[in-house]
């Protein structure tokens, strides 16, 4: 610390500004934090929201002080809606037959609360019509406007925006979608028709795998369903998507194949671990429910 002055002399720089970290630095060290945090201490999230505020004032078009601004955002919500998730299933076991805890759980979970004017998509799906108007040729605003559309029951209106992402890109995606609808319009059959053929039309993407087994899954098609997500991670390479072990996992439990489970869950730390350098936030829930699990298996036994 002594040196310091001598430093700075020596650089013709003030004492200050031998600390400041560069820019790029700075976004890296908000953008790991988000990454490994479950929970971004106040302090440390009003100091990255200031750093990429002053970011978008500098520079309005900085794409990626908007885009982290947002996750920062998203990341203190969806860790407040774990609270609020734990608080409200605190009340349901004290007061089970009270309407409160109840909507407060759902809301926290995004769950299906029964009034249709707050469970549909209304506003994202207009937002998404406005934004493919004014780019037509943008493949990712289909993809948001027509899951939209297909969780909302609105089939009709979604087949036209199908048939223009079709046109930007004609792959599994487009047919998997026309599967979906033909599905909600009561035609099964025809449904797995066109996610085979979806598969058919692109062998090679690991999605298109991931897509029919998430469909055929909600049909009972278990063990197709399982085949097609392990076919699905083992096409990935480093940094792997878990989703489909996550869905894996699921089945398992709802089969009350406990070991399997687990077996999934030891899977996904493995690829934190291996792919992403151990994500803490993430691997602390999953290695929580490893030990739930566990115990149920000894109480099955």
Request: hydrophobic share 40%; glycine share 4%.
């Amino acid at each position: 610390m002594t040196l310091l002055p001598a430093i700075a002399v020596y650089f013709g720089v003030t004492i200050d500004e031998l600390f400041q970290v560069p820019t790029e630095t700075r976004f890296e060290q908000v953008e790991n934090m988000m990454d490994r945090e479950g929970h971004i201490a106040p302090e440390a999230f009003s100091q990255a929201a200031a750093f990429l505020t002053q970011a978008t004032v500098d520079d309005p078009k900085n794409v990626r002080a908007w885009t982290d601004l947002a996750y920062l955002y998203n990341h203190r919500a969806q860790y407040d809606h774990y609270l609020a998730a734990e608080y409200a299933k605190r009340a349901l076991e004290l007061a089970p037959e009270e309407k409160p805890g109840w909507v407060a759980y759902l809301e926290a979970m995004g769950g299906v609360c029964g009034d249709e004017w707050y469970d549909n998509h209304f506003e994202v799906i207009e937002y998404f019509k406005r934004f493919v108007e004014k780019n037509p040729d943008n493949y990712r605003g289909y993809y948001a406007l027509i899951e939209n559309l297909l969780a909302d029951g609105r089939y009709d209106e979604a087949v036209p925006y199908i048939h223009a992402m079709q046109a930007i890109k004609d792959d599994y995606q487009a047919i998997t979608y026309l599967g979906d609808v033909a599905l909600g319009r009561g035609n099964r059959d025809k449904a797995l028709r066109l996610w085979n053929a979806a598969v058919e039309k692109s062998p090679d993407a690991w999605q298109a795998w991931c897509g029919r087994a998430d469909r055929i899954k909600k049909l009972g098609m278990w063990d197709q369903a399982e085949a097609d997500y392990e076919k699905c991670f083992s096409m990935q390479s480093p940094p792997r998507l878990t989703d489909g072990l996550y869905s894996l996992a699921q089945m398992h439990m709802q089969k009350k194949d406990w070991a399997a489970a687990i077996r999934d869950y030891e899977r996904i730390l493995d690829v934190n671990e291996h792919d992403y350098g151990d994500c803490v936030a993430e691997t602390d829930r999953i290695k929580e429910e490893i030990a739930r699990l566990r115990k149920l298996a000894e109480k099955d036994a």
